[in-house]
């Protein structure tokens, strides 16, 4: 005798998964990646079935020391080969940092930046109708809407306004702080830009810097070279009636840091870690406000949103995709 197929019982852990499924919301995130090297990471951040990826800087290594954007349009035609097609078609927001701006270390004296910004904008397929197409800078922001649940997701340009950097001389030099009142990362413009940006409704607000904000004890960039940007820009998210979540790179290591009222997320590197970069490699580093330590695989981050526990959670994880560094914060 053959027993009836129960189609309600069927059906239930269907809607039950797919409630779930629509509760949490993904955004995987990462900086460094070499068009030259192999990037395996991929395979582990797909596994994670992401909602958005956010690229942080470095997204391609074609700077030189001339200047020259020649090798810019080669590395660019070397990454498109190399970026997987199910990335793609995420959501998928960018900024920059000094590789794919277009001069290590570069700012606002960088006399090619236009023709940078355009070559970027081109590459990541930005609309024509874009407002980045028609202004100087490449941040912008934008509302991702889950059920009503809103973040405001900021992306800063830390390079297109940023005034000279001061250092030591030597090949390890030292960055030191650029106490010049007038001495800028962001630029008149964009600060005025975020200042009523953030004040825009959200429920989580995730501001995305290309280096780090929190971090002020190693030798390489970093906001607290610019005293004045550094104290305000701190001062501007601890007063925010909005949580606050900061994510970074550019370090080529990564790690979690914790200030009054919000934590800051480093994900670095996707494919280009110390070990390939520098023979010697870098002592341990240490920070106040850092939780644990650094982490210096290969790494990305990711960002879990729980809706219905209202929380999130932060984590980095190494190339196979286990979880090195994580904390759970409550919204």
Same mark, same amino acid.
């Given at each position: 005798?053959?027993?009836?197929?129960?189609?309600?019982?069927?059906?239930?852990?269907?809607?039950?998964?797919?409630?779930? !499924?629509?509760?949490?919301?993904?955004?995987?995130?990462?900086?460094?990646? &070499?068009?030259?090297?192999?990037?395996?990471?991929?395979?582990?951040?797909?596994?994670?079935?992401?909602?958005?990826?956010?690229?942080?800087?470095?997204?391609?290594?074609?700077?030189?020391?001339?200047?020259?954007?020649?090798?810019?349009?080669?590395?660019?035609?070397?990454?498109?080969?190399?970026?997987?097609?199910?990335?793609?078609?995420?959501?998928?927001?960018?900024?920059?940092?000094?590789?794919?701006?277009?001069?290590? &270390?570069?700012?606002?004296?960088?006399?090619?930046?236009? &023709?940078?910004?355009?070559?970027?904008?081109?590459?990541?397929?930005?609309?024509?109708?874009?407002?980045?197409?028609?202004?100087?800078?490449?941040?912008?922001?934008?509302?991702?809407? !889950?059920?009503?649940?809103?973040?405001?997701?900021?992306?800063?340009?830390?390079?297109?306004?940023?005034?000279?950097?001061?250092?030591?001389?030597?090949?390890?030099?030292?960055?030191?702080?650029?106490?010049?009142?007038?001495?800028?990362?962001?630029?008149?413009?964009?600060?005025?830009?975020?200042?009523?940006?953030?004040?825009?409704?959200?429920?989580?607000?995730? !501001?995305?810097?290309?280096?780090?904000?929190?971090?002020?004890?190693?030798?390489?960039?970093?906001?607290?070279?610019?005293?004045?940007?550094?104290?305000?820009?701190?001062?501007?998210?601890?007063?925010?009636?909005?949580?606050?979540?900061?994510?970074?790179?550019?370090?080529?290591?990564?790690?979690?840091?914790?200030?009054?009222?919000?934590?800051?997320?480093?994900?670095?590197?996707?494919?280009?870690?110390?070990?390939?970069?520098?023979?010697?490699?870098?002592?341990?580093?240490? &920070?106040?406000?850092?939780?644990?330590?650094?982490?210096?695989?290969?790494?990305?981050?990711?960002?879990? !949103?729980?809706?219905?526990?209202?929380?999130?959670?932060?984590?980095?994880?190494?190339?196979?995709?286990?979880?090195?560094?994580?904390?759970?914060?409550?919204?």
């Amino acid at each position: 005798m053959k027993k009836k197929l129960n189609l309600a019982a069927l059906l239930i852990p269907l809607l039950f998964c797919n409630f779930t !499924i629509a509760k949490t919301y993904k955004i995987a995130f990462g900086s460094c990646l &070499d068009q030259e090297d192999p990037q395996p990471i991929w395979n582990s951040i797909k596994k994670e079935n992401i909602n958005s990826f956010i690229f942080l800087g470095d997204n391609v290594y074609g700077d030189v020391p001339s200047g020259s954007l020649d090798f810019m349009k080669t590395a660019y035609a070397e990454q498109k080969k190399m970026l997987p097609d199910w990335l793609l078609k995420k959501d998928i927001n960018v900024i920059w940092d000094d590789h794919d701006f277009g001069i290590n &270390d570069g700012g606002s004296s960088y006399p090619l930046k236009s &023709d940078a910004q355009k070559m970027y904008l081109d590459f990541w397929d930005v609309s024509q109708e874009d407002i980045r197409r028609y202004r100087e800078g490449i941040y912008t922001n934008k509302i991702i809407d !889950i059920d009503g649940f809103k973040i405001n997701l900021i992306l800063l340009d830390t390079r297109y306004f940023r005034s000279d950097l001061e250092k030591t001389n030597g090949i390890n030099s030292v960055y030191l702080k650029n106490t010049n009142p007038d001495a800028t990362i962001l630029g008149d413009d964009q600060w005025s830009w975020l200042i009523e940006t953030i004040k825009t409704e959200a429920n989580l607000i995730i !501001i995305a810097t290309s280096i780090q904000l929190l971090a002020t004890q190693h030798r390489f960039e970093k906001w607290s070279n610019f005293p004045k940007d550094h104290s305000k820009l701190k001062e501007l998210l601890n007063l925010s009636n909005t949580p606050v979540l900061v994510i970074s790179g550019d370090r080529h290591q990564g790690a979690i840091y914790k200030d009054k009222n919000f934590y800051e997320i480093t994900s670095s590197s996707l494919n280009k870690t110390i070990s390939k970069i520098s023979r010697l490699g870098r002592p341990k580093e240490t &920070d106040r406000l850092m939780i644990g330590d650094m982490f210096s695989g290969e790494n990305y981050g990711l960002i879990s !949103i729980d809706l219905d526990n209202k929380s999130y959670k932060i984590e980095l994880k190494d190339i196979d995709g286990k979880i090195v560094r994580s904390q759970l914060i409550s919204l």
